[in-house]
């Protein structure tokens, strides 16, 4: 197969993210050509077709049997992510697959086995790994910009009474399953140390359905440094999207724009121990922090994005930034959470 030769995708479902997300993307990157899709919607279906010039097909199944295409998008209710991956492997093509990949680490270690088994790409659309924002979190980390980052928080609020398949339990519906994926992908990056404890608080408070709609996860390292992610939509007030804390300095952030304060530590007086009471009584001392603080865009340094990475992989033989054993991490970690909270016994 050529370098230069498009990357032929079929597409399992066309909703949100099927088609607002995957054919929005691929549509005009002439790097890839959309040949067939389907959607349990027959109107749906096949306006898409008419719409691209592709084929339709009734099912995942006629279309694995019938499409022209070497990778396929699942794109479906999540409670169908692993069974249809494991049988786009099956037939011998790469699964681009949403998240979440599985509701079970069964599910999820069965798909990473038919990848190898047929040695096709498992391509997890982990697309949050890509933001701005979150390389832009990893870049302050990395670089020491406030010293040793020891905590990061993530929160994500708003007030709505969601009432789509989504907030259903038999779907693998919840935000847990399917908003937070990413932000516990981009969690896991940010420890940088496998997971030690889970902490996890689930509840069901004003969505239509039966799944939670607020969460609460502390995951804290093996290297000691905590994420602390809360995403509700239950809650009326915002706080700041991203908090990092160093041993030098704090970061704060709306995921646009960041508010840095740190110092240089070489900069510090020296600071003892004082026993004995204090003299007037009073809290506190005379020592001098001093801060420096800027604002900047919270934007990390761009690799591209998730598209960009599947023709790199595919056709230039480079490395996925977001490997299904990363993907499995989550499921993991997400179970766990789930186990932890008790939520839906």
Excluded at 38 to 46: F, G, L, P, Q, S
Excluded at 335 to 345: E, P, T, V
Aim: hydrophobic share 40%.
């Amino acid at each position: 197969m050529k370098k230069s030769e498009p990357i032929k995708v079929a597409i399992v479902g066309l909703g949100r993210s099927g088609y607002n997300i995957h054919v929005a993307r691929l549509r005009n990157d002439k790097r890839y050509r959309i040949t067939a899709v389907t959607d349990w919607i027959e109107a749906r279906r096949n306006g898409v077709a008419a719409e691209l010039g592709c084929e339709a097909f009734v099912d995942h199944k006629a279309l694995l049997r019938g499409a022209d295409a070497e990778t396929v998008v699942v794109a479906s209710y999540s409670n169908t992510h692993a069974s249809i991956s494991r049988d786009v492997l099956n037939s011998g093509r790469h699964a681009v697959c949403e998240k979440p990949i599985a509701d079970s680490v069964g599910a999820a270690r069965a798909m990473l086995q038919a990848a190898k088994r047929k040695r096709r790409k498992l391509l997890v659309h982990h697309n949050y790994r890509f933001a701005a924002d979150v390389r832009h979190i990893l870049e302050v980390i990395r670089t020491k910009r406030i010293g040793e980052v020891f905590e990061v928080r993530m929160r994500s609020f708003d007030f709505s009474r969601r009432n789509d398949w989504q907030t259903l339990l038999k779907y693998d519906g919840g935000v847990l399953n399917n908003t937070c994926s990413h932000f516990i992908d981009a969690g896991l990056q940010f420890l940088g140390s496998p997971v030690k404890s889970v902490f996890c608080d689930l509840k069901h408070v004003s969505d239509a359905g039966d799944a939670e709609d607020h969460v609460k996860v502390v995951l804290k390292a093996e290297n000691g440094r905590v994420y602390d992610m809360e995403v509700s939509s239950a809650c009326r007030f915002p706080e700041p999207k991203w908090t990092v804390l160093g041993t030098c300095g704090t970061l704060v952030s709306n995921g646009t724009t960041s508010t840095i304060a740190w110092f240089d530590p070489k900069k510090l007086g020296k600071l003892k121990v004082v026993e004995a009471p204090h003299p007037e009584r009073k809290y506190g001392n005379d020592d001098v922090i001093p801060w420096q603080t800027e604002e900047v865009p919270s934007v990390g340094s761009s690799i591209g994005d998730f598209y960009d990475n599947v023709w790199a992989v595919l056709r230039e033989g480079k490395p996925l930034i977001v490997t299904p054993e990363e993907a499995f991490e989550v499921v993991r970690v997400t179970q766990l959470a789930k186990a932890r909270s008790g939520f839906g016994r």
